[in-house]
C-alpha cells in the first residue's frame, strides 16, 4: 500500500509535470469551469457598445468604400501631372496633354487636363483610366513634398500590366464628364467617345459623348458592360479625324448598384460588409486624417460637402490627396443606412505638429458647432437648408461629437501635451453644450477635473496579444465617478506578422479585450477597431479589419469576431465566473514573442507588463430571453468547460482554425471563419471543448424562458 503522503507527493508530481507537459504537445483538455448566475440581471449594454470607424487611410474610401471608380477624377492628386490617367496614341501623332489653371473648371477646381490633338497620326488617341492601381505608401506624408516620394511609385504601380476597372454585367456604370473645346476643335462625327474596354481591346460599352461646346458642359452616359471583367479601362477617345484642344475638368464613373442606391453612394459588398457588423456607431472622419500633420492639411467638413464637381478635394496625412467625395453628408447618410450613431470627430484647432493659438481657435470651433448644426438644424435654419438642399431635409440626429483625435498625449510624433489641449477643449466644450446640451462630446486625454468636464474619455490600444490579454481585465479596476469610456482606436498590432489583415491569435486576443469591455459595459460604452480597410496595394498601416482590391474583399479574423460580437449584442450582463486551475501553465505555453513587426509602420505604445496572462474569458448576458455567452481561450490547449446553464436548447459559434497565425486571404477569404453548430440540450452539466485559440458564442433559449 502506498503511504498517503507519498501518494500526494506523486499526485503533485504527475499534475506538475502535466502543467509543464500540456503545452509542448497534442494538449490533453485542461479542465475549467464558466458559471452564469441566471438569477439576476446586471448592467445594461449600452447599444453603441460595439461600433465602427472610418478613417480615410490605406485607400479605405478614395478607391474603397467610396464607389467612385476612377483614380484622379479631377486631375488634382499631383500639381502637374495627371496621375491615374495616361494617353494612348498612334506612334505618328502629335498630341500634348497637361495640367493647366489657365482654365478652370470651378472655384473649387482651379484647373483642368488640357489634351491637344495636332495630328492624330491616323488613329484615336485616347485618355485612359485603370481605376486606383496602387502604390506602397509608408507612415504619415502630408505635405506636397510627398508628391515626389509617391509619384514614381504610383507609376511603377500604375504600368503593371494586370488589374484595372472591376465590371460587372448586368449593372450599368454612370460615366458624368465635364468637358469643353476650343473653337477651332473639330472632327468627324462625335469629338469624344466613352468606352468600357478590357486589355486586350474588347470594347465591352461604348457611348459617343454629344454636345461638347466653347464652354463647360456636364455630359452624362451610361455604360452597361456586356461581360464581366476584372482589368478593365475607361477609355475617352478622340476620333482620328479630331484636332485640336479640349479641356476635360473632371471624369466620375459609378456603379448602379451603390450601397442602398445612393446616388455618389458606397461599394455594395464593402458597405454591406459593415451592415453585417450591426454597428451601434460609426466614427468618423479618423483618426489622424482629421488632423493633419500641420493645419493646412487638417480636415475640414465644409469642403467636403455640395455637388462633388466643385469639391477641392485636400492632401492629407496618410500620404495621398483625399477628392473628399466621400463627404460629411455622406458620412451622416452610411450612419443613417448602417443604423448606427454618427460619432463626428472634429478637429479642435490641433494637427499634429501645429496647433491654432487659443485666440485664433474662433474658425475651428465655428466649424464644430456649424457640423452639428449641419446634421441637426430644422430646414429653415441656415445649414437645414443647406442640408435639405444636398437631399436630406431630415436631420441626421448627430449626439456624439470628439474634441479632436489623439490630442493631449505628449506623443512623440506630436498631437500636444495635457496643458495644450485642456485649453482648446474647453472652449470647443462650452460652445457646443450651449449649440446643445444634450449632445455627448469625448474628450482625447484624460483632462477630468473641477471645471474642466469630459462626458466620455476616448482610448486608443495598439500593442501585443499578449498585452490585450493582460488588459482584459484593466476596466474591472477603473473608478466608476469618472467619464464613461470609448475605446475608439484597438488592434493587436506588434508581435505578429506585417500584413494587411491580422492572424487568428491577434483576434482571440482582441475578443478577450473585448469580453473585458462588455464586463464592464457600465463604464465602456463604446468601442471600435481600427483601422477598418485596406486595399494592399495602398498599405500604410496594418493589420485592418477588412481587405479589398477592386474587385473582392475579405475580412481579417479581428474582423470575424467584431461581426460576431456585433452580431451577438447582449442587453444586460448576467454575473459570469471563470475558474481554471491550469490557467498559468496555458498562458505560459500563449505567450510568444511572435515573429515581431520588423517594417511596423505603426507607433510604438508600450508593451505588456511581465504577469502572467490570462487564456480564459467568459462574459454573459441576455438578449430578447436569449443568454449569450462569449467564451475566448487564448491558449495552445482545448479547455473542457463545464458550464452550466438552465435547461434549453440554442447553438454555438466557433471561430478557430488550425494554427493561430492562420491569415484569411484573397484566395483563401475563409480560413478563418466562424463555424456554427445546434447546442440541442443544455442544462446543469453542460460541457463544452473550447477549443485551442478561440472564440465560443453560445446562444441558448431556456426552455422555460
Ligand atoms: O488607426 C490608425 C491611426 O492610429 C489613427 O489615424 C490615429 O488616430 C492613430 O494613431
Known amino acids: 500500500m502506498i503511504h498517503p503522503v507519498r501518494c500526494i507527493v506523486l499526485a503533485a508530481f504527475v499534475f506538475v509535470v502535466f502543467l509543464v507537459w500540456v503545452p509542448e504537445g497534442v494538449c490533453q483538455p485542461v479542465p475549467a469551469t464558466i458559471s452564469v448566475d441566471t438569477s439576476a440581471r446586471g448592467a445594461a449594454v449600452p447599444s453603441t457598445l460595439w461600433g465602427i470607424f472610418f478613417e480615410e487611410i490605406n485607400r479605405a474610401g478614395d478607391g474603397g468604400l467610396y464607389a467612385e471608380m476612377l483614380q484622379n477624377r479631377a486631375f488634382r492628386d499631383a500639381p502637374a501631372d495627371p496621375v491615374g490617367w495616361k494617353i494612348e496614341q498612334a506612334p505618328a501623332a502629335r498630341v500634348t496633354a497637361a495640367i493647366d489653371a489657365a482654365v478652370p473648371l470651378n472655384a473649387g477646381i482651379p484647373s483642368s487636363l488640357r489634351l491637344s490633338v495636332e495630328d492624330g497620326g491616323g488613329a484615336r488617341v485616347a485618355l485612359v483610366n485603370e481605376g486606383f492601381k496602387g502604390c506602397r505608401l509608408s507612415g504619415k506624408q502630408d505635405t506636397p513634398a510627398a508628391v515626389a516620394k509617391w509619384l514614381p511609385a504610383f507609376r511603377t504601380a500604375a504600368a503593371k500590366s494586370t488589374d484595372g476597372l472591376a465590371l460587372r454585367s448586368g449593372v450599368v456604370y454612370r460615366l458624368v464628364v465635364y468637358v469643353r473645346a476650343d473653337e477651332e476643335f473639330s472632327a468627324d462625327g462625335p469629338s469624344l467617345t466613352a468606352s468600357l474596354e478590357k486589355r486586350d481591346g474588347t470594347v465591352l460599352a461604348s457611348q459617343p459623348l454629344e454636345g461638347i461646346a466653347g464652354e463647360w458642359k456636364r455630359l452624362a452616359v451610361v455604360l452597361a458592360p456586356a461581360s464581366d471583367a476584372t482589368d478593365a479601362r475607361l477609355v475617352l477617345s478622340v476620333p482620328p479625324s479630331g484636332k485640336g484642344t479640349l479641356r476635360i475638368g473632371f471624369v466620375s464613373l459609378f456603379p448602379s448598384d451603390t450601397f442602398k442606391g445612393r446616388e455618389n453612394g458606397m461599394r455594395p459588398d464593402l458597405a454591406g460588409m459593415l451592415a453585417s457588423m450591426h454597428p451601434g456607431f460609426l466614427r468618423f472622419p479618423g483618426g489622424s486624417f482629421i488632423e493633419g500633420q500641420t493645419l493646412a492639411t487638417a480636415y475640414r467638413w465644409k469642403e467636403t460637402i455640395g455637388p462633388v464637381e466643385e469639391r477641392p478635394g485636400h492632401w492629407q496625412i496618410w500620404g495621398y490627396r483625399s ?162 469610456i470609448f475605446v475608439g482606436e484597438y488592434a493587436v498590432t506588434k508581435g505578429i506578422p506585417v500584413a494587411s489583415g491580422s492572424t487568428l491569435k491577434a483576434a482571440v486576443c482582441e475578443a478577450a479585450f473585448m469580453i473585458g469591455m462588455e464586463r464592464n459595459a457600465d463604464l465602456v460604452s463604446m468601442s471600435c477597431y481600427a483601422p477598418l480597410f485596406i486595399n494592399p496595394a495602398w498599405r500604410g498601416w496594418s493589420p485592418n479589419a477588412i481587405v479589398f482590391d477592386a474587385a473582392r474583399a475579405f475580412g481579417s479574423p479581428s474582423w470575424q469576431v467584431q461581426k460576431l460580437f456585433g452580431e451577438n449584442r447582449t442587453d444586460s450582463l448576467l454575473e459570469t465566473k471563470v ?98 453548430e445546434p447546442v440541442p440540450a443544455c442544462g446543469k452539466d453542460y460541457r463544452r471543448l473550447l477549443p485551442p485559440w478561440s472564440l465560443t458564442v453560445l446562444v441558448v433559449r431556456p426552455s422555460s424562458g
Open 579 to 676: 475558474q481554471c486551475a491550469a490557467n498559468d501553465a496555458l498562458a505560459s505555453a500563449s505567450s510568444s514573442s511572435g515573429s515581431g513587426n520588423p517594417e511596423a509602420v505603426n507607433p510604438s505604445r508600450g508593451a505588456a507588463s511581465g504577469k502572467p496572462l490570462p487564456v480564459l474569458h467568459a462574459v454573459a448576458g441576455v438578449r430578447n430571453g436569449e443568454i449569450v455567452v462569449k467564451i475566448v481561450n487564448a491558449s495552445a490547449a482545448p479547455i473542457d468547460a463545464a458550464i452550466p446553464l438552465p435547461p434549453g436548447a440554442g447553438r454555438a459559434i466557433v471561430l478557430t482554425s488550425d494554427s493561430p497565425d492562420d491569415m484569411n486571404s484573397f484566395e483563401q477569404p475563409d480560413k478563418v471563419a466562424p463555424r456554427e
Open 323 to 484: 477628392s473628399d467625395g466621400l463627404g460629411f453628408h455622406e458620412y451622416l447618410q452610411l450612419c443613417e443606412d448602417l443604423g448606427a450613431e454618427p460619432v463626428y470627430d472634429a478637429n479642435c484647432g490641433m494637427a499634429e505638429k501645429e496647433f491654432a493659438p487659443v485666440d485664433s481657435l474662433q474658425p475651428w470651433i465655428d466649424d464644430a458647432v456649424d457640423a452639428v448644426a449641419y446634421a441637426n438644424d430644422p430646414v429653415d435654419t441656415k445649414w437645414g437648408a443647406l442640408r435639405a438642399r444636398n437631399g436630406h431635409p431630415t436631420p441626421f440626429g448627430l449626439k456624439y461629437v470628439e474634441i479632436g483625435n489623439e490630442n493631449g498625449l505628449s506623443f512623440p510624433w506630436g498631437g500636444g501635451s495635457k496643458a495644450e489641449y485642456r485649453e482648446r477643449y474647453l472652449p470647443f466644450y462650452r460652445a457646443l453644450k450651449a449649440k446643445d446640451p444634450g449632445l455627448h462630446l469625448i474628450a482625447t486625454a484624460n483632462i477630468a477635473a473641477p471645471g474642466v468636464p469630459v462626458d466620455i474619455l476616448d482610448e486608443h490600444y495598439y500593442d501585443t496579444p499578449e498585452w490585450f490579454l493582460q488588459n482584459a481585465t484593466r476596466y474591472d479596476r477603473y473608478p466608476r465617478n469618472g467619464p464613461r
